[in-house]
């Protein structure tokens, strides 16, 4: 795998590292100060981690069937146009963002684990259609001639700097405990407040990434 191609993708896990909903649950479970956080915690980490990893791995599994079927139709390059036009949009759709400063952020209605499953489930249902970095990541996986084996431990990791702010919120507050909850308040505000800004940013620099990926291919 190229440095170019690292660097690309981890541009795009760095973005979805700006998940407002992972964020304001993670901050929403710590806050309430509850004796399983960490049991909780973690089990919504992990259901949320486990439903893209299997996104993941049947996108790319689906993108690889459809890229080998078109490609004794299609050139390459008519590939690269369609991911090119792909770019241009969603950079330009990102000046059209309507701003909501409506928190839409799940929370739990009880304190069972079951609750923060089915949180952990609506965060990737939320959260899913508007992956754009996530499903860019995978369709440049599937452009590189590399094994299966390597794509799904690329995919893997992805995932784990995904959830990675989540865990440095958890360990901060292991360690530091209430002192840092003033700022983790100013931090969870915020989140509700800016999701649609946030949500315009990711979809730029997607777009930007996307049309200087495949420029060179046109």
Avoid: H
């Avoid at 791995?57 to 991911?83: D, R």
């Avoid at 952020?105 to 609506?122: D, E």
């Amino acid at each position: 795998m190229g440095t170019d191609i690292l660097i690309y993708l981890g541009g795009l896990a760095l973005l979805d590292m700006l998940s407002p909903t992972i964020m304001g649950v993670t901050l929403f479970l710590v806050l309430t100060d509850n004796k399983n956080l960490t049991s909780r915690l973690l089990t919504y980490l992990f259901t949320v981690v486990l439903l893209y990893f299997s996104l993941g791995i049947i996108m790319m599994l689906g993108l690889n069937f459809i890229i080998e079927a078109l490609s004794t139709i299609f050139q390459n390059k008519i590939v690269s146009w369609v991911i090119f036009i792909i770019g241009v949009i969603l950079f330009t759709a990102s000046f059209f963002i309507p701003t909501n400063k409506k928190s839409n952020i799940p929370k739990p209605k009880t304190q069972s684990l079951f609750s923060i499953i089915i949180i952990g489930v609506t965060t990737f249902i939320v959260e899913a259609g508007m992956a754009l970095p996530y499903f860019a990541a995978i369709g440049l996986l599937t452009t590189i001639d590399i094994p299966f084996y390597q794509r799904i431990s690329t995919i893997a990791v992805y995932n784990i700097i995904m959830v990675l702010p989540a865990l440095l919120i958890f360990l901060g507050y292991k360690v530091f405990g209430k002192l840092i909850n003033p700022t983790l308040v100013k931090l969870r505000n915020k989140i509700a407040s800016s999701s649609s800004s946030a949500l315009s940013w990711i979809i730029c620099i997607v777009g930007v990434i996307l049309i200087f990926y495949t420029i060179d291919y046109l």
